[in-house]
C-alpha cells in the first residue's frame, strides 16, 4: 500500500476530514480498480481464447452467443468507443449479458444438483451387479466411522465429517422425521434477515429438485430428455442392461455439464472485468507512467485478442503478446491488497456519509465503484440488483415458509422412486446444520441406518464411499 493510499484510508477509518479524504480516495479507488480490471481482463481473454478453441465445439449455442456479444461490447465499447454518450447503451448491454450468463448458470447449477440425486441412486444399485466383500458387524462398523468423525478436536471439522457421512448412509428415517430434521433447521433462523432465510430455502430447494422449470428444457433439450430418461427408472427392478444405459446417460450428461459451466465460469470473469471497465470510463484520468505502462500493456493484449476471435480461427501468440504478458506478469497480485483496502473505504463510507456523497455530487461514482466492489467479490455471480433486506424473520413468517417447503417436498416424493427420495433426503440433510447433540446421538443414528438398511448392494456402497472418506 502506498503512502498516500494509507493515509488517506486511515483518515476515512478514522472519521477524519471527510469532505476533504472521501473525493480523492473515490477517483483514487477508480484509477485502481481500472488498472487492475484491464490486467486481469487481458489475462482473462487471453485463457477465454485457449478455452474456446479447445472446447468451444462442445459449446451450447447460447454460449456461443454471449462470447460473440463480449467481444462486440470489448470492440466497440472498450476499444472503440467514439463519443462518452454512448457508453450507457454499452453499460446497458453487459448488464443484460450478465444477468443471462448469471440466469444460464443457475440453470446448469440445477442441474448438476439433479444429477447428484441421480447419481446416488445409481450408485446404490451398483453392487447388486458387481461382487461384494463380506462388511463388518454393523456395531463395528459404527465404532469405525466414530472414530474418524471425532478424530481431532477441530469442531467445524467435526461436523463436516457428520455431514459428510449423514449424506451417505443408508436413509431410513420417516417422511416425518426428515420434516422435523428441516423444520428444527429452520426454526432456528428465528432473528435472522429475510436474506439469509431465502438463501437457505433456495439452497435447500435446489437439492431437493423443487425449482425444475420449463426454462431449463427450452434451455437444455438435451439434458431434459435425458433427465426425463433417468425418471422413468425403476430402480426397485432395474436390470443390469438398464444400470448400464443409464450410468452412461449419467456420464454423458455430467461431461456436458462440466463444458458448460467452465464456459459460464470463464464467460462471467471476462463480463465482471469488462463491466468494471465501462463504469470506471467516465472517471479516469491521470495515472502514473508505470501504471500507465501496465493498462498499455494489458489494452495491447485486450485488441489482439479480440482481432483474433474476429477472424475465427485459431492463431498462436506473438512474440509482441508475450512481451506484454511480461510487463504485467504479477500486478494483478501486487494490487490485492490495495483493492481490500479500497474495498473497506468504501463499506465505511457508505454507511455512514452516504449523505454527504450527495451533498458533494459524487453519488454516481460512488454507486459506479459499489456495483465495482460486488462485481470482484467471492461470489462472481451475485445479484447486482438485489436489494438486500436486514429485516429479521417473525414466527409467523418462518411458520409459513416452513409449511410451504415441507409441502413441496411431500408433493415432490410422492411422485418419486424410493430410492430418489432417499437420495432427495441424503442430498438436504447433509447440508442443514448438525442437529445431534453428542457422541451417542451421532452413534445411534449411524446405527440405525446400517442396522435399518436391509438391501446389501446399498449398504455397500455407502459403506465403500464413506471408507474412502475415511482414507483421504
Same mark, same amino acid.
Given at each position: ?18 469532505? !476533504? ?41 447460447? &454460449? ?13 465499447? $472498450? *476499444? ?33 444438483? &439433479?444429477? !447428484?440425486?441421480?447419481?446416488?441412486? *445409481? ?22 466411522? $466414530? ?64 425449482? *425444475? ?19 422413468? $427408472? ?32 470463464? $464467460? ?29 500493456? %494489458? *489494452? ?28 504485467? !506478469? ?130 455397500? %456402497? ?11
Amino acid at each position: 500500500m502506498s503512502k498516500n493510499l494509507k493515509s488517506i484510508y486511515n483518515n476515512i477509518i478514522k472519521d477524519k476530514n471527510p469532505q !476533504e479524504n472521501i473525493p480523492e480516495f473515490l477517483g483514487m479507488a477508480t484509477e485502481k480498480y481500472n488498472t487492475y480490471a484491464t490486467v486481469r481482463l487481458a489475462l482473462h481473454y487471453y485463457t477465454s481464447y485457449e478455452i474456446y478453441w479447445d472446447e468451444g465445439e462442445n459449446w451450447s449455442a447460447i &454460449l456461443h452467443d454471449y462470447i460473440k456479444k463480449i467481444n462486440s461490447v470489448v470492440s466497440n465499447g $472498450l *476499444l472503440g468507443l467514439k463519443y462518452r454518450e454512448d457508453l450507457d447503451q454499452y453499460i446497458k448491454q453487459i448488464d443484460e449479458i450478465r444477468q443471462g450468463i448469471t440466469e444460464g448458470m443457475e440453470k446448469v447449477t440445477l442441474y448438476a444438483d &439433479l444429477i !447428484e440425486i441421480f447419481e446416488y441412486a *445409481l450408485n446404490r444399485v451398483e453392487y447388486r451387479f458387481n461382487e461384494m466383500q463380506e462388511l463388518e458387524d454393523d456395531e463395528e462398523i459404527a465404532k469405525e466411522v $466414530l472414530r474418524f468423525i471425532f478424530d481431532g478436536e477441530d469442531n467445524l471439522l467435526i461436523n463436516e465429517r457428520i455431514k459428510d457421512v449423514i449424506g451417505q448412509l443408508p436413509v431410513r428415517i420417516t417422511k416425518q422425521k426428515y420434516y422435523d430434521y428441516i423444520s428444527d433447521s429452520l426454526n432456528e433462523l428465528m432473528g435472522a434477515s429475510k436474506d439469509v432465510l431465502d438463501t437457505y430455502i433456495y439452497f435447500i430447494r435446489g437439492c431437493a429438485m423443487l425449482d *425444475l422449470s420449463q426454462d431449463m428444457k427450452e434451455a437444455y433439450p438435451e439434458l431434459w430428455e435425458k433427465k426425463e430418461k433417468l425418471e422413468q $427408472l425403476d430402480f426397485r427392478a432395474i436390470s443390469r442392461e438398464e444400470f448400464q444405459a443409464a450410468s452412461q446417460l449419467l456420464q454423458e450428461t455430467v461431461e456436458l455439464l462440466e463444458v458448460e459451466s467452465t464456459a459460464f465460469y470463464v $464467460l462471467i470473469d471476462l463480463v465482471n472485468e469488462l463491466y468494471t471497465l465501462l463504469l470506471c470510463a467516465p472517471y479516469i484520468g491521470q495515472v502514473s507512467e508505470v501504471e500507465n505502462q501496465q493498462r498499455e500493456a %494489458a *489494452l495491447y493484449i485486450i485488441k489482439s485478442i479480440n482481432n483474433a476471435f474476429s477472424k475465427d480461427k485459431q492463431e498462436e501468440a506473438s512474440t509482441e503478446i508475450l512481451s506484454r504478458f511480461e510487463l504485467i !506478469e504479477g500486478i494483478q497480485e501486487d494490487m490485492e491488497f490495495d483493492i481490500m483496502s479500497y474495498e473497506d473505504g468504501l463499506y465505511h463510507i457508505d454507511k455512514n456519509y452516504a449523505n454527504l456523497v450527495e451533498s458533494m455530487g459524487k453519488a454516481e461514482i460512488m454507486k459506479s465503484l459499489l456495483i465495482i466492489k460486488d462485481l470482484h467479490s467471492a461470489s462472481k455471480f451475485i445479484d447486482l440488483d438485489n436489494k438486500s433486506s436486514d429485516k429479521p424473520v417473525d414466527k409467523e413468517e418462518l411458520r409459513q415458509e416452513i409449511d410451504k417447503l415441507i409441502k413441496e417436498l411431500d408433493e415432490r416424493f410422492k411422485g418419486s422412486d424410493r430410492m430418489i427420495t432417499r437420495a432427495i433426503m441424503a442430498n438436504t440433510m447433509n447440508k442443514i446444520p448438525v442437529f445431534f447433540n453428542n457422541h451417542t446421538e451421532v452413534m445411534d443414528y449411524v446405527l440405525y441406518s446400517l442396522n435399518k438398511c436391509t438391501d446389501m448392494a446399498e449398504k455397500y %456402497a455407502a459403506m465403500e464411499i464413506i471408507y474412502s472418506m475415511m482414507e483421504e
